[in-house]
């Protein structure tokens, strides 16, 4: 298995509600990364997770909140959301927290929409 | 300061001319740098990696240290090729840091 998979695929949710992203990889990874897409803009890193450690989080708001369960899992816990917050979420995974120079495999995103 | 830069917005080429992509770095040390594309409604893949001096789907990139440029060419675009090209490096804390990418539309 050599993909990160994210699901849900599509998300919409209202501003009061509680949701969750999830992301899986089988790779033996051991870093994990979640990212945020807007539309014809680069991805923005959000947080890093190290052997299942937080080791990075990009000043993001507490509405976000990331966990990692274990090597294979990330999730993204999502609560009172703005509209502003609609975005591609992105979750990536690399062999070390360095890349190991081989770069980072990235999940097809969750697009969500707050509303 | 660790950042990437692609001047280019847009590039706009015909099928079969020649095509580069410019991405100039800032980054204090060795850099490891990376070339992704995202295809319209596709993820985000790897296209290229510095370090191993690959040329995948035609296209090749050189690191110049002296220019601080790692730009992504190929000698014949396809239309395919159409797509958005993020230029990357790694930054010093193990997180990859992005361009704001090119858009290359290939014309038949």
């Known amino acids: 298995d050599t993909e990160v998979t994210q699901t849900p695929k599509h998300l919409v949710m209202g501003m009061t509600n509680k949701k969750s992203l999830k992301c899986e990889q089988h790779?033996?990874?051991?870093?994990m990364y979640w990212y945020k897409q807007k539309a014809k803009k680069p991805p923005e890193l959000m947080f890093v997770?190290?052997?299942?450690?937080?080791?990075i989080n990009e000043s993001v708001p507490s509405r976000f909140s990331p966990e990692c369960p274990n090597s294979s899992l990330l999730n993204l816990h999502l609560h009172a959301l703005q509209p502003e917050d609609s975005a591609l979420y992105l979750c990536?995974?690399?062999?070390?927290?360095?890349?190991?120079?081989?770069?980072?495999?990235f999940g097809s995103g969750t697009r969500l929409t707050v509303v | 300061a660790q950042r990437v830069t692609q001047p280019e917005k847009l590039l706009s080429v015909f099928k079969g001319a020649p095509v580069e992509l410019k991405c100039n770095y800032s980054?204090?040390?060795?850099?490891?740098l990376f070339w992704y594309v995202q295809y319209s409604r596709q993820r985000l893949q790897l296209l290229l990696r510095?370090?191993s001096r690959e040329s995948i789907k035609g296209f090749t990139a050189d690191l110049n240290k002296g220019e601080t440029s790692f730009h992504l060419k190929k000698p014949f675009a396809q239309e395919e090729d159409s797509a958005m090209y993020y230029c990357?490096?790694?930054?010093?804390?193990?997180?990859?840091?992005f361009g704001k990418g090119t858009k290359l539309s290939v014309k038949p």
């Open positions: 790779m033996g990874h051991r870093a």
């Open positions: 997770y190290s052997y299942e450690k937080l080791s």
């Open positions: 990357a490096l790694m930054g010093s804390q193990g997180n990859l840091i």
């Open positions: 980054y204090s040390g060795s850099p490891e």
């Open positions: 510095h370090i």
């Open positions: 990536a995974s690399s062999q070390g927290t360095m890349g190991l120079n081989y770069g980072y495999t």
